[in-house]
């Protein structure tokens, strides 16, 4: 045999003999665990959406409600239970918690019928100022032509976009809409709640501009998930 043959076939029964004894298995780069159900994208509930609850042994309670601008849904038996911000696993447990003090066994789930709040908000000098239906993706751009497209007196450079970014608060970033439209920056993708407005000239003090000029003309019924006049700027 020669010495690169002998050289291969010792690798092989080195290899071999790994397997057998589960050394070559435990070497191996453990699989990624499954994504938690209730992790921070998940989505949580908003003012309009429609649920329905179905209860394994109980399905005379079964019903679709839709949660009240206050937040809360009303159900059989134990009345009002807040759903706003939660995710549809957290509802079904709060609603088994409570159902649990007039029933042995509640085991309800909770299924979203109907996502209200699927929607942003452009505003500022473009032709048509209002909310954005965002089911099937949406853009910045996009979002800018569904609402008439842009106003000669809008600035370019100075475009704000507002998101949710956890506990009450919004981080805002600035956009460039002439580098999107040339296409050397990315036109990133809306999510709920977002709003994009666009300035009539540039901004000095991000935070005071949308406490003077944005929070007011915003729908109130959009912005529920945080506070505009607690924003947080980034790049």
Excluded: C, W
Excluded at 47 to 56: I, R
Excluded at 188 to 193: K, W
Excluded at 219 to 230: D, R, S, V
Aim: glycine share 8%; net charge neutral.
């Amino acid at each position: 045999m020669t010495y690169p043959l002998a050289r291969t076939f010792i690798a092989a029964s080195l290899v071999i003999a790994a397997v057998a004894s589960g050394d070559l298995a435990a070497q191996q780069p453990a699989l990624p665990d499954a994504p938690s159900p209730d992790a921070p994208n998940s989505y949580r509930l908003a003012p309009g959406d429609v649920v329905d609850l179905k209860f394994a042994y109980n399905p005379e309670l079964n019903e679709t409600v839709t949660l009240r601008p206050d937040g809360y849904i009303s159900l059989q038996r134990i009345g009002d239970v807040r759903a706003q911000r939660l995710t549809p696993l957290e509802l079904a447990a709060r609603v088994n918690e409570q159902y649990a003090k007039v029933l042995r066994h509640p085991e309800a789930s909770v299924i979203v019928r109907d996502f209200a709040g699927q929607k942003a908000y452009v505003g500022g000098e473009v032709v048509a100022p209002g909310t954005v239906d965002l089911r099937g993706g949406l853009t910045s751009l996009q979002a800018i032509l569904k609402t008439g497209g842009l106003k000669p007196s809008a600035k370019l450079d100075s475009v704000l976009l507002m998101r949710y970014a956890g506990d009450e608060r919004a981080e805002v970033r600035t956009l460039n809409v002439k580098r999107l439209l040339e296409g050397r920056d990315t036109d990133p993708m809306l999510s709920p709640f977002d709003v994009l407005f666009v300035p009539r000239s540039a901004i000095g003090k991000v935070g005071l501009f949308v406490e003077q000029y944005v929070n007011g003309v915003i729908p109130k019924a959009l912005m529920f998930p945080y506070n505009l006049n607690t924003v947080v700027t980034v790049k």
